[in-house]
């Protein structure tokens, strides 16, 4: 599919895109720091984008919180800081036109339905996503046009997938260029395999997006030029790609950095316990010296 393409020189644009869900830890602080570093490095900026679109868990309380903390750590993002709960119409909008062109489906399936269809016995590398997901067996994938109709006129909670192997036929091969580091600007070429996340979703049922639609607009609206973060979300960027390439998006230079760890090895999480950034700077410690330790460890 025809890309557009930036025409405009533009300065580098990053972003720093924390979801208010916890307050931030030292994972997020790294992650700040080399988008910080990076957008210095590049000579440009870079922005702050609230991902709030999980409106269940997004608080209001942990927006202040990441700005203080951010301001604690002596960081400066250009204004005005974009929160992804004000974009959900624009997001409807690209739903609907991947709607339009036949590429997403309506599934009705629970959580518990998808664990028992995939076959939890198999329970095998090759049946789960990236994230260790089990991938969609496709339940909902063929219903008939009546089917969906009497469902969807019932409300039945829908949400609506993306016909990977459809949209795969339509992008042909997609690849995305990335940072090797964000010291030595070496820029590799990295072949996409979307194939592995299956038939993704791309509206929630809870809401009209999905983290993946929203942070392809998003980027793209933001004219964001360089998009650097955790590794975590290396794989994710197949689907990114494939999304720009349907709604002719530009496609922007990626750089996916370490994660910083604890000392079992496993990524810091709120969920975990992981102490904030706030509970550090209440024990003492200065922001100099969390900038140094987690940038130099
Ligand atoms: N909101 C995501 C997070 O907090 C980051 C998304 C991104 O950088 O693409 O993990």
Redesign the pocket.
Known sequence: MKQSSRTKATKPIL?????PNGFLHLG?AY?AFVTDKLAKKLGGTWLL?I?DIDQNRSKPEFIQAILQDLKWLDLNWTKPVLLQSTRFEYYEIAADRLKKMKLLYPCFCTRKQIQENAGIKKNADSDKDPDGAPLYPGTCKNLSPDKIEQRLNAKVPAQYRLHMDKAMGLTGPLSFKQLQSENSMAITTINCQPERWGDVVIQRKDIPTS?HLS?VLD?AMQNITH????K??LA?TDI?RVLQSLLGLPQPIYFHHELITDPQQQKLAKSKGSASLRDLRLAGISADELRNDILFR
């Open positions: 972003r720093f895109a924390p979801s997020h992650s984008r991902e983290y942070v980027d998009v650097a973060r955790g975590d979300l994710a990114h």
